[in-house]
């Protein structure tokens, strides 16, 4: 089952923090986010255990609850090179395959 | 600074032609993965393999993909026949298991 990722689009002003969700309705293993900028090959961000870790890259951090079987990725202070499409990949097992969801736009503007 | 390479970028095609997309995985990585992406369903992943052996193409339909790694520097996506609704931009990305998955920069396919 394909998660749910919110919002499905959001506009920033550059500095400015969002929040982007993906959630399940099964127990997950893993969370794997990934950015997408237009015309080009999407590019990892992190992944993410079940345990309800956080992990961060520069000023982008995620975290995963496994009670809520939801997964969170935080941008702040946004910069123009956030822009583009969040796509959040989920695994249900180890040995399961990765299923992603339908994407977040987010548009960074000056 | 190693990358997956994929040919050729763009291919326009007629239905019913056969379609071949090639993959160079980068060097030492144990898992091929071939993704398709459209508008309409997003990102799919079609078919995986790990130290070159199939491990899933349950996601492609087995009556005209087929997908192949005849050794550890090449991987294979074929399309036979093709048909319009099989229009996508074609990934394939190479990693280690479920870890960081390095994308190519896709094959983009139109079957008119």
């Known amino acids: 089952q394909q998660p749910v990722q919110s919002p499905q689009a959001v506009i920033l002003r550059e500095g400015e923090d969002a929040v982007i969700n993906c959630s399940s309705s099964?127990?997950?293993?893993?969370v794997h986010w990934y950015r997408q900028k237009h015309g080009e090959a999407p590019v990892f961000l992190m992944i993410?255990?079940?345990?309800?870790e956080q992990k961060g890259h520069e000023k982008i951090s995620a975290s995963f609850n496994e009670k809520k079987q939801q997964s969170s990725l935080y941008l702040t202070a946004s910069q123009l090179s956030y822009s583009g499409t969040y796509f959040c990949?989920?695994?249900?097992?180890?040995?399961?395959?990765?299923?992603f969801g339908s994407g977040t736009r987010l548009s960074i503007r000056p | 600074d190693a990358r997956v390479t994929q040919t050729p970028r763009h291919k326009v095609t007629e239905m019913g032609q056969e379609v071949t997309m090639r993959c160079q995985p980068i060097?030492?990585?144990?898992?091929v993965f071939w993704y398709r992406q459209t508008m309409m369903q997003g990102l799919e992943l079609l078919a995986y393999?790990?130290?070159?052996?199939?491990?899933?193409d349950s996601g492609m339909p087995k009556d005209r993909f087929s997908a192949e790694m005849p050794d550890a520097t090449l991987a294979t996506l074929k399309i036979q026949p093709s048909e319009p609704r099989d229009s996508a931009v074609y990934f394939c990305?190479?990693?280690?298991?479920?870890?960081?998955?390095?994308f190519g920069p896709g094959t983009r396919l139109t079957v008119l």
């Open positions: 990305a190479s990693g280690e298991d479920w870890d960081t998955q390095y």
């Open positions: 099964k127990a997950l293993y893993s």
């Open positions: 993410l255990l079940k345990g309800g």
């Open positions: 990949g989920i695994l249900y097992s180890s040995a399961s395959k990765i299923i």
């Open positions: 060097l030492g990585h144990n898992t």
């Open positions: 393999f790990r130290n070159r052996a199939p491990l899933d």
